[in-house]
C-alpha cells in the first residue's frame, strides 16, 4: 500500500521560471492539502483540494501560485515566475474523507531551491 | 492568523530518560489535536493525537496529556532511546465550514544521547 507520493523529490529553478510539484494521494483518498515548511519552522498551510474542487485556498499567496486536482491525475502545485523566497520545502498530505480525525498523511516532500 | 505555541524549541534527553514537549493554543474551535514525528529529509509521520473530550491518551511510549480548561497539551516520550531523535511537532486542526487543515507548532528538534 504505497503512501503518498510525490516528485519532483529535489527540484532547482531560476528566478522567473516556473516550478510544477506533483503529489499522488494514497489509494482511496480524495483529500489533498499542500503545505510549504521553511527552514527551521513549523509546516503552514496552503490550501486544501478534493477531486477537481478547491475548496480551501486561504493560506495560497494571491499571487503566482495555483493548484488543482484533476478528474484524473495527481495533484499539481504550480508556482509562476518564482523568486528565491519561494525556496522551501513543499509538502503534500492527503486524506481518505473531511469527516471524524480525517487523519493527515504526508508525503515525502519537493525541496525547491530558486538560485 | 490561528496559532498553535510550541515548548522547548529543543531539547536533549540522556537515554531512557523522559522527553516532555509542550503545545498551547487559542483557538477554542480547535477539536483535534495530532503529533507528528519528522526525521530530517523526509516528510512528518503521524505518531499519535488525541480529542479534547479525552484528557490522556497512551500508545506505547508515547503519551499525549491534554487539558482543556488550559487550551494546553503535550507529548510525554517514555524511556526515550536514540532512534527518537527527530524533531516534534504539534498540530490543531479546526473542523468549520470547509476548513480542514492542521496549524502546526514551530517543532521541537528531540536529541537522546546514547
Known amino acids: 500500500n504505497a503512501g503518498v507520493m510525490q516528485n519532483p523529490r529535489h527540484l532547482v529553478r531560476r528566478r522567473g521560471q516556473e516550478a510544477r510539484l506533483r503529489c499522488s494521494p494514497m489509494?482511496?483518498?480524495?483529500?489533498v492539502y499542500w503545505y510549504r515548511q521553511l527552514p527551521e519552522e513549523g509546516l503552514k498551510f496552503m490550501v486544501y483540494?478534493?477531486?477537481?474542487?478547491?475548496?480551501?485556498e486561504s493560506g495560497m499567496p494571491k499571487e503566482r501560485f495555483s493548484a488543482e486536482f484533476p478528474k484524473e491525475g495527481p495533484s499539481i502545485l504550480r508556482i509562476q515566475q518564482v523568486v528565491r523566497g519561494d525556496s522551501a520545502a513543499y509538502f503534500c498530505?492527503?486524506?481518505?474523507?473531511?469527516?471524524?480525525?480525517?487523519?493527515?498523511?504526508f508525503g515525502p516532500g519537493t525541496r525547491l531551491t530558486v538560485l | 492568523q490561528q496559532q498553535v505555541k510550541q515548548s522547548p524549541q529543543s531539547l536533549i534527553v540522556q537515554k531512557g530518560g523522559i522527553s516532555i514537549i509542550n503545545c498551547a493554543y487559542e483557538?477554542?474551535?480547535?477539536?483535534?489535536f495530532p503529533w507528528y514525528q519528522q526525521f530530517p529529509g523526509k516528510g512528518p509521520a503521524l505518531l499519535i493525537a488525541?480529542?479534547?473530550?479525552?484528557s490522556e491518551k497512551k500508545e506505547g511510549r508515547f503519551t499525549i496529556s491534554f487539558n482543556k480548561s488550559a487550551k494546553q497539551f503535550s507529548l510525554h516520550i517514555m524511556d526515550s532511546q536514540p532512534g527518537d531523535s527527530a524533531t516534534y511537532f504539534c498540530?490543531?486542526?479546526?473542523?468549520?465550514?470547509?476548513?480542514?487543515?492542521?496549524?502546526f507548532g514551530s517543532g521541537t528538534q528531540l536529541t537522546v544521547l546514547p
Open positions: 483557538n477554542t474551535a480547535f477539536d483535534y
Open positions: 498530505a492527503s486524506s481518505p474523507t473531511s469527516g471524524g480525525n480525517n487523519e493527515q498523511f
Open positions: 489509494k482511496g483518498h480524495s483529500h
Open positions: 483540494l478534493q477531486k477537481e474542487n478547491i475548496i480551501d
Open positions: 498540530a490543531a486542526r479546526e473542523y468549520s465550514g470547509s476548513a480542514r487543515q492542521l496549524t
Open positions: 488525541i480529542r479534547p473530550d479525552v
